[in-house]
Nanobody, 120 residues
Framework: QVQLVESGGGLVQAGGSLRLSCAAS????????WGWYRQPPGEERELVAA???????DYADSVKGRFTISRDAARNVVYLQMNSLKPEDTAVYYC??????????????WGHGTQVTVSS
C-alpha cells in the first residue's frame, strides 16, 4: 500500500506559477514511476508529467517547457513546478504512483487531488 497526499494547488492568474507537492508513505521503495495527471472539468484524466525511479522524465506536449517534474527520493516527495500557467491548465491535479509486485503484477495508487485554477 502507498498513500499519496497532494498539496500546493490554488488560484493563480495567467502567467503565474505554482508548485505542487506529492508526499508518499507506505511501501514507497516499490514505486517505479511517479506521475502527475490532471482532469479538467468535463474531460478525461490525462497524464501531465512522469518521472521514473531512475530519474527519466516525460511530459505532455501541452506542458513541455513550462512544467518541471522532480523528485526528492530521500523524503519520498515528488514536485510539479508549473510556470507560465494558462487558463487551460485549470484542472484537478492528481498524483499517481505505480509499480509491480514481486510476481510482476502491476499496481497503482492515486492521491485525492488538488485543484488548480488559472484565471485569465
Amino acid at each position: 500500500q502507498v498513500q499519496l497526499v497532494e498539496s500546493g494547488g490554488g488560484l493563480v492568474q495567467a502567467g503565474g506559477s505554482l508548485r505542487l507537492s506529492c508526499a508518499a508513505s507506505g511501501n514507497t521503495f516499490s514505486i517505479n514511476v511517479w506521475g502527475w495527471y490532471r482532469q479538467p472539468p468535463g474531460e478525461e484524466r490525462e497524464l501531465v508529467a512522469a518521472i521514473t525511479a531512475g530519474g527519466n522524465v516525460d511530459y505532455a506536449d501541452s506542458v513541455k517547457g513550462r512544467f518541471t517534474i522532480s523528485r526528492d527520493a530521500a523524503r519520498n516527495v515528488v514536485y510539479l513546478q508549473m510556470n507560465s500557467l494558462k487558463p487551460e491548465d485549470t484542472a484537478v491535479y492528481y498524483c499517481n504512483a505505480a509499480g509491480r509486485t514481486s510476481d510482476w503484477a502491476p499496481w497503482q495508487f492515486w492521491g485525492h487531488g488538488t485543484q488548480v485554477t488559472v484565471s485569465s
